[in-house]
């Protein structure tokens, strides 16, 4: 494929398959279509289970916590608690740091929703992935990874700030890949 800014010239019919955003897109619905039936089953949605999953990650988060963590926005998260806490999944209860917070809990309906969808989510995760080679599958999260955390915007992930992200040890170049870049070098300046 080629680089993101050649593709789709405004003057051209755009082109889905060289588009970032729907690809993503896709993926994703075929992850939340794999998962779908257990995720009714369990009586939520495939958002609603990324607030139970992330909730149980954490004690009683705020609902600014989860705003970073799950990457829903404010206002929507907060429909969304409303509905949850209506139908018995989450309790939401003021929060001990902080007087204007709340603090999310799972309550035992919430954790049998998360159990019966979370092996679901995690199948359908693997299959997805497993269309990958073996060598491709951990950097290609680290990719998603790295693009969510650049397009965050600064205010919502302070914990990212907070804490500075180890740096990888980089792999070493064999004497061949690095004669191969030269040769690339020399033949991009002709």
């Given at each position: 494929?080629?680089e993101?800014g050649?593709?789709?010239?405004?003057?051209?019919?755009?082109?889905?398959?060289?588009?970032?955003?729907?690809l993503?897109?896709?993926a994703?619905?075929?992850a939340?279509?794999a998962?779908?039936?257990?995720?009714?089953?369990?009586?939520?949605?495939?958002?609603?289970?990324?607030?139970?999953?992330?909730?149980?990650?954490?004690?009683?988060?705020?609902?600014?916590?989860l705003?970073?963590?799950?990457?829903?926005?404010?206002?929507?998260?907060?429909?969304?608690?409303?509905?949850?806490?209506r139908?018995?999944?989450?309790?939401?209860?003021?929060?001990?740091?902080?007087?204007?917070?709340?603090?999310?809990?799972?309550?035992?309906?919430?954790?049998?929703?998360?159990?019966?969808?979370?092996?679901?989510?995690?199948?359908?995760?693997d299959?997805?992935?497993?269309?990958?080679?073996?060598?491709?599958?951990?950097?290609?999260?680290?990719?998603?990874?790295?693009?969510?955390?650049a397009?965050?915007?600064?205010?919502?992930?302070?914990?990212?700030?907070?804490?500075?992200?180890?740096?990888?040890?980089?792999?070493?170049?064999?004497?061949?890949?690095?004669?191969?870049?030269?040769?690339?070098?020399?033949?991009?300046?002709?």
């Open positions: 494929m080629s993101v050649n593709r789709n010239d405004p003057g051209e019919t755009f082109d889905l398959s060289a588009s970032l955003s729907h993503l897109h896709r994703q619905q075929l939340a279509n998962s779908s039936e257990k995720l009714r089953e369990a009586g939520i949605t495939l958002r609603q289970f990324s607030v139970l999953a992330a909730a149980s990650r954490s004690k009683s988060p705020s609902q600014s916590r705003v970073t963590m799950t990457g829903i926005d404010r206002s929507t998260l907060a429909d969304m608690l409303n509905r949850m806490e139908g018995g999944l989450i309790a939401r209860t003021p929060s001990r740091k902080d007087a204007r917070a709340k603090s999310v809990a799972l309550t035992a309906r919430g954790r049998a929703a998360l159990e019966v969808a979370a092996p679901a989510v995690r199948t359908a995760d299959a997805l992935i497993a269309t990958l080679a073996k060598n491709r599958r951990s950097g290609f999260l680290d990719l998603l990874g790295a693009l969510i955390d397009r965050s915007e600064p205010s919502e992930t302070p914990a990212a700030k907070a804490s500075p992200e180890k740096e990888k040890p980089r792999k070493k170049k064999s004497k061949a890949k690095g004669k191969d870049k030269k040769k690339s070098k020399k033949k991009a300046k002709s």
